[in-house]
């Protein structure tokens, strides 16, 4: 059964930090590509960071400010959130899409107060 669970959400001042982790079962996690996404009360989810055989890519909002990563070993991935502004306040989902689908984690909520 495929799994992803995000954690390390929280609440944090303007100009904060998180790392928000992405931890996932049931597939070869190193043989595909992890997302991240964000969906704020009321707007529509937007796509955020992506990582794929070591290449990254970026919404142009966070480049610079959040950094992707992950660890093979720990069938994890991570979503260093620096510089942080009250616009990035939404709750924080990773992907992965395989065998046809998208799989979703159940989110973690990052507050961003000002």
């Known amino acids: 059964e495929v799994q992803l669970v995000e954690s390390g959400g929280g609440l944090v001042q303007a100009g904060g930090s998180l790392r928000l982790s992405c931890a996932t079962s049931?597939?070869?996690?190193?043989?595909?590509?992890i997302g991240w996404f964000r969906q704020a009360p009321g707007k529509e989810r937007e796509w955020v960071a992506g990582?794929?055989?070591?290449?990254?890519n970026y919404v142009d909002s966070v480049k610079g400010r959040f950094t992707i990563s992950s660890d093979n070993a720990k069938n994890t991935a991570y979503l260093q959130m620096n510089s942080l502004k009250p616009e990035d306040t939404a709750v924080y989902y990773c992907?992965?899409?395989?065998?046809?689908?998208?799989?979703w984690g159940p989110g973690t909520q990052v507050t961003v107060s000002s």
């Open positions: 049931g597939f070869p996690f190193g043989d595909y590509a």
């Open positions: 992907t992965v899409f395989l065998w046809g689908r998208d799989y």
């Open positions: 990582i794929s055989g070591g290449r990254t």
